[in-house]
């Protein structure tokens, strides 16, 4: 499957736990974004790089989060000290490059803090 | 501040039944406004729309962009249950990298 893959597809934690999901994207895909979804909503963005530079942060994201894509290829998001308002799904997604908007998303990491 | 907004949220049909989506949109620069089916988890591409009064078309499913009204809607006929989804909208700016999704129309088919 040359898909976009997220792991892992479930994650429960407690209150004050970090975490940290992964995501590869398709494999000549040098942008990447992460999105995070809860019940009834759309997709909310969170971040976007361009391989390995980070370019764009959402204002909402607080700084307990942090992603990485340190060779331009697979990325990670880290949420530390989680809350259960971080419960979500996550969802990562690629594209091909400038002008290319068609996202291509994996199937995301649902997260459960209790 | 950029804003989508899709109607209805939700709608429940029979099989056979022709439904009509709705996404209006705010968005400064506008770029492109896509479509995407979600089923479960990963949103699957339906459409991307760019300019006004194109019908873009995939079997039973179309949709069309309004750039003077600032809406788009996506219509489905003879629907099947394997068409029951919850439909995204998103519109694109050109002067920023993400791209603002409404909060989905949650369509349902029954046999």
């Known amino acids: 499957d040359t898909g976009v893959s997220q792991d892992p597809r479930h994650k429960i934690t407690k209150r004050g736990q970090n975490v940290t999901f992964r995501c590869d994207p398709i494999s000549e895909h040098n942008r990447l974004y992460w999105y995070r979804q809860t019940l009834g909503q759309g997709p909310e963005f969170l971040t976007y790089f361009q391989n390995e530079a980070q370019l764009e942060k959402s204002r909402l994201l607080s700084d307990r989060f942090s992603a990485e894509r340190p060779k331009g290829s697979f990325s990670t998001l880290e949420i530390q000290r989680t809350e259960q308002g971080d419960s979500a799904m996550y969802l990562c997604?690629?594209?091909?490059?400038?002008?290319?908007?068609?996202?291509?998303f994996g199937s995301g990491t649902q997260l459960s803090v209790l | 501040e950029d804003k989508v907004v899709q109607s209805p949220l939700s709608l429940v049909v029979h099989e056979g039944d022709t439904v009509t989506l709705n996404c209006s949109y705010e968005v400064t620069n506008f770029r492109s406004l896509l479509w995407y089916k979600q089923e479960k988890k990963a949103p699957t591409f339906l459409f991307m729309l760019t300019s006004s009064g194109i019908e873009k078309k995939s079997g039973r499913l179309s949709s069309i962009l309004d750039k003077k009204e600032l809406f788009s809607i996506l219509n489905i006929t003879a629907t099947q249950t394997g068409d029951s989804a919850v439909y995204l909208c998103?519109?694109?700016?050109?002067?920023?990298?993400?791209?603002?999704f409404g909060a989905g129309t949650r369509l349902t088919v029954k046999p």
């Open positions: 998103a519109v694109k700016a050109t002067n920023n990298n993400d791209m603002r």
């Open positions: 997604a690629s594209s091909l490059g400038p002008n290319n908007e068609k996202l291509f």
